[in-house]
């Protein structure tokens, strides 16, 4: 019973924590600002505002907090009919990976404010961009080979996804630290490959030692594909992404656990599917690998579905 | 222990018996992902052969002289050099189409089929044979995406090679980025029942 008590006592204290900063906007105008669509922002009023003030373009004037110079042009301001509600919509996306700054002009004050994301939100969006959005088997067609090799079981496939994961992270920091000491500051950008291919096949040789000596089962379960991890894809793209993007250290990790996470999920799905499979009265020319890849398009399409998904 | 075929089996064989694509289901990524069009397949294919026969040829020159234990990692880097060479070759000569290739000419790296080619083959074999067989891989290879990409053309937008041949669009679905499974499976479904029943013919 008492702890019951403590408890609502201190979900009680953490709410109001929650509410402190809401009370504390109260005395602005602007209560609240998020980016809407990629290109949008909607505002949010404390009190009605008139829809000539609020609701008319050329009172605002926006532009990205590093360059101040570069005004965006707001093309049509919509009102909410209550009057608290202000949608601004730009002719072109948004770059809502960085913080605007909006500025309001006429409403008794001038007011500004800026626009950000947090920026977990924006490592957490990276991470589930790379994990459903852009998920490296289903929409951007990489690993392929090993996807269909280790999709046949699901322990395999449980296995697999988990050891690939392992070797991501550990070889995507490797590649970073390697790109960003040493490739850049020496101009070496030409050998990319080389070097990325490099460190992609001293971590699965690493990986291939200690998994032999703490888990024989597994390592017998792969068999040649943990070689085959070598002739991954996403193994190799992953690096050459956060190089073309200039990732830093904790988008680097995001993404290498949102592909290895992807690639995860991807077999295990597969692998469901494959099992039930087995099962079915497949036409005798399409057994197997033919009709693994009609499985396969049938699950990108379905991953089709999160390509507008935007959760922050 | 050299191979008992002559040069023009062993690029037959490349081409048909062990068809990158559709028999040993090797290097799937660009299959899916880049096959849209035939001079797409091409463009990749002509890379492919490239690398292919030339770390074919580096491997068989100097198949004495690694150490069998580190052979993997060595085809690796000989594979990543001839890599850099053409992907930097087709980023200076050809940057429209190395535009559209995008990051699959880096990736031929990790194809898993010339890796395999050189395990298999050209760390056994002699250089001339290593030659001809990389060129039957490669050639295999390139047309493996190019029968992709004219299906995936001539269904989708209705042309080969950019010319207008149908008419009309009878499937636009073809060309839509994950068709590629589909149009893959359905291929090989397809050549799996000519050869049933070649078989079939041949016994009766």
Same mark, same amino acid.
């Given at each position: 019973?008492?702890?019951?008590?403590?408890?609502?006592?201190?979900?009680?204290?953490?709410?109001?924590?929650?509410?402190?900063?809401?009370?504390?906007?109260?005395? $602005?105008?602007?209560?609240?600002?998020?980016?809407?669509?990629? $290109?949008? #922002?909607?505002?949010?009023?404390?009190?009605?505002?008139?829809? %000539? =003030? %609020?609701?008319?373009?050329? $009172?605002?004037?926006?532009?990205?907090?590093?360059?101040?110079?570069?005004?965006?042009?707001?093309?049509?301001?919509?009102?909410?009919?209550?009057?608290?509600?202000?949608?601004?919509?730009?002719? %072109?996306?948004?770059?809502?990976?960085?913080?605007?700054?909006?500025?309001?002009?006429?409403?008794?004050?001038?007011?500004?404010?800026?626009?950000?994301?947090?920026?977990?939100?924006?490592?957490?969006?990276?991470?589930?961009?790379?994990?459903?959005?852009?998920?490296?088997?289903?929409?951007?067609?990489?690993?392929?080979?090993?996807?269909?090799?280790?999709?046949?079981?699901?322990?395999?496939?449980?296995?697999?996804?988990?050891?690939?994961?392992?070797?991501?992270?550990?070889?995507?920091?490797?590649?970073?630290?390697?790109?960003?000491? #040493? &490739?850049?500051?020496?101009?070496?950008?030409?050998?990319?490959?080389?070097?990325? #291919?490099?460190?992609?096949?001293?971590?699965?040789?690493?990986?291939?030692?200690?998994?032999?000596?703490?888990?024989? %089962?597994?390592?017998?379960?792969?068999? /040649?594909?943990? =070689?085959?991890? #070598?002739? $991954?894809?996403?193994?190799?793209?992953?690096?050459?992404? &956060?190089?073309?993007?200039?990732?830093?250290?904790?988008?680097? /990790?995001?993404?290498?656990?949102?592909?290895?996470?992807?690639?995860? &999920?991807?077999?295990?799905?597969?692998?469901?599917?494959?099992?039930?499979?087995?099962?079915?009265?497949?036409?005798?020319?399409?057994?197997? /690998?033919?009709?693994?890849?009609?499985?396969?398009?049938?699950?990108?399409?379905?991953?089709?579905?999160?390509?507008?998904?935007?959760?922050? | 222990?050299?191979?008992?075929?002559?040069?023009?089996?062993?690029?037959?064989?490349?081409?048909?018996?062990?068809?990158?694509?559709?028999?040993?289901?090797?290097?799937?990524?660009?299959?899916?992902?880049?096959?849209?069009?035939?001079?797409?397949?091409?463009?990749?294919?002509?890379?492919?052969?490239?690398?292919?026969?030339?770390?074919?040829?580096?491997?068989?020159?100097?198949?004495?002289?690694?150490?069998?234990?580190? @052979?993997?990692?060595?085809?690796?880097?000989?594979?990543?050099?001839?890599?850099?060479?053409?992907?930097?070759?087709?980023?200076?000569?050809?940057?429209?189409?190395?535009?559209?290739?995008?990051?699959?000419?880096?990736?031929?790296?990790?194809?898993?089929?010339?890796?395999?080619? !050189?395990?298999?083959?050209?760390?056994?074999?002699?250089?001339?044979?290593?030659?001809?067989?990389?060129?039957?891989?490669? !050639?295999?290879?390139?047309?493996?995406?190019?029968?992709?990409?004219?299906?995936?053309? !001539?269904?989708?937008?209705?042309?080969?090679?950019?010319?207008?041949?149908?008419?009309?669009?009878?499937? !636009?679905?073809?060309?839509?980025?994950?068709?590629?499974?589909?149009?893959?499976?359905?291929?090989?479904?397809?050549?799996?029942?000519?050869?049933? @029943?070649?078989?079939?013919?041949? @016994?009766?």
């Amino acid at each position: 019973m008492k702890t019951t008590l403590m408890t609502r006592r201190v979900f009680l204290a953490a709410l109001l924590c929650l509410l402190v900063p809401a009370l504390a906007w109260a005395g $602005n105008l602007v209560s609240g600002q998020r980016f809407g669509a990629n $290109n949008e #922002i909607v505002v949010t009023f404390s009190e009605p505002l008139a829809p %000539a =003030v %609020a609701g008319e373009a050329a $009172n605002y004037s926006v532009h990205e907090e590093a360059d101040p110079d570069i005004r965006l042009a707001v093309s049509e301001v919509v009102l909410s009919e209550d009057g608290r509600t202000a949608t601004l919509k730009f002719p %072109a996306p948004l770059n809502t990976v960085k913080t605007h700054v909006v500025s309001m002009a006429g409403a008794g004050a001038a007011e500004s404010f800026r626009v950000s994301k947090s920026y977990f939100g924006y490592l957490l969006g990276i991470l589930i961009s790379a994990l459903l959005i852009n998920n490296f088997v289903f929409t951007k067609y990489l690993g392929l080979c090993v996807f269909f090799g280790t999709s046949k079981r699901k322990d395999t496939a449980k296995g697999m996804g988990i050891t690939f994961t392992i070797v991501m992270v550990a070889s995507a920091i490797m590649s970073w630290f390697f790109y960003q000491f #040493i &490739l850049k500051p020496f101009g070496l950008n030409f050998l990319q490959i080389v070097i990325f #291919i490099g460190l992609v096949s001293l971590t699965v040789q690493a990986v291939d030692t200690v998994l032999r000596k703490v888990n024989p %089962a597994l390592f017998n379960a792969f068999g /040649v594909y943990l =070689v085959l991890v #070598i002739a $991954n894809c996403v193994i190799l793209a992953v690096p050459l992404i &956060l190089a073309d993007n200039e990732y830093n250290f904790f988008e680097t /990790v995001m993404l290498a656990l949102g592909a290895g996470g992807g690639f995860l &999920l991807a077999l295990y799905l597969m692998s469901s599917v494959r099992e039930r499979m087995e099962l079915a009265n497949v036409p005798r020319a399409f057994k197997g /690998v033919p009709i693994a890849f009609i499985v396969a398009g049938q699950f990108a399409l379905a991953f089709l579905g999160f390509s507008g998904l935007s959760l922050f | 222990m050299a191979t008992d075929k002559t040069n023009l089996q062993l690029v037959v064989n490349g081409i048909l018996n062990e068809n990158p694509i559709f028999r040993l289901v090797l290097s799937m990524c660009p299959a899916v992902g880049i096959s849209t069009t035939v001079m797409n397949g091409f463009m990749l294919g002509i890379a492919v052969l490239f690398v292919q026969v030339f770390s074919s040829c580096t491997i068989a020159i100097f198949k004495d002289k690694i150490h069998p234990r580190i @052979r993997i990692p060595t085809y690796t880097l000989t594979i990543a050099t001839w890599v850099t060479v053409i992907d930097m070759v087709l980023a200076a000569y050809l940057p429209e189409a190395y535009a559209k290739m995008g990051i699959f000419i880096k990736l031929i790296v990790a194809f898993a089929i010339i890796t395999m080619r !050189l395990e298999m083959f050209a760390c056994k074999e002699s250089v001339t044979a290593s030659f001809w067989d990389g060129i039957g891989m490669g !050639l295999g290879f390139m047309f493996g995406m190019m029968a992709l990409g004219f299906v995936r053309e !001539l269904l989708g937008l209705g042309t080969v090679l950019g010319y207008d041949v149908l008419g009309f669009k009878p499937l !636009l679905f073809f060309i839509l980025p994950f068709a590629g499974f589909f149009c893959v499976g359905l291929m090989m479904g397809f050549f799996n029942y000519i050869e049933a @029943r070649y078989r079939r013919a041949k @016994r009766a």
